[in-house]
Nanobody, 115 residues
Framework: QVQLVESGGGLVQPGGSLRLSCAAP????????MAWYRQAPGKQREVVAV???????NYPDSVKGRFTISRNNAKNTMFLQMNSLKPEDTAVYYC?????????WGQGTQVTVSS
C-alpha cells in the first residue's frame, strides 16, 4: 500500500554528478531512519547512505566522501547528492526504511555512469 517514488537518475560521464530524490508518506518517512540502497545486475542490494532522525548519517567506504544524504522534512522528501561518479556506481537506486526495509520497494531510478 505504501508507495515510494525515486527519481533523478540518468546517464552521466565518469566524474559527473547526479541528485536523486525520494518521496514517501509520513508513515514511512517518520520512522527512526531511512536509507538509499542500490543494486546492480549480478550483485546483492547494498546500502549506500543512511540518515537517522537525529541527523546522523552513515556511508560505506565505497561512497564515503562522494555521496551525501539529506532530508526535507516539510515535504517528506529525501535526497542523495552523488559526486565524482564512477562506472561501478551504475545501478538501480532505491529508498526505504533502515535497517529493516518495509518489504515493499519502489520502482527505483537507474543511474548509469559511462563514457
Amino acid at each position: 500500500q505504501v508507495q515510494l517514488v525515486e527519481s533523478g537518475g540518468g546517464l552521466v560521464q565518469p566524474g559527473g554528478s547526479l541528485r536523486l530524490s525520494c518521496a514517501a508518506p509520513e508513515s514511512i518517512f517518520g520512522t527512526n531512519a531511512m536509507a538509499w540502497y542500490r543494486q546492480a545486475p549480478g550483485k546483492q542490494r547494498e546500502v549506500v547512505a543512511v540518515r537517522f532522525r537525529s541527523g546522523t548519517t552513515n556511508y560505506p567506504d565505497s561512497v564515503k566522501g562522494r555521496f551525501t544524504i539529506s532530508r526535507n522534512n516539510a515535504k517528506n522528501t529525501m535526497f542523495l547528492q552523488m559526486n565524482s561518479l564512477k562506472p561501478e556506481d551504475t545501478a538501480v537506486y532505491y529508498c526505504n526504511r533502515y535497517p529493516t526495509p518495509g518489504g515493499y520497494w519502489g520502482q527505483g531510478t537507474q543511474v548509469t555512469v559511462s563514457s
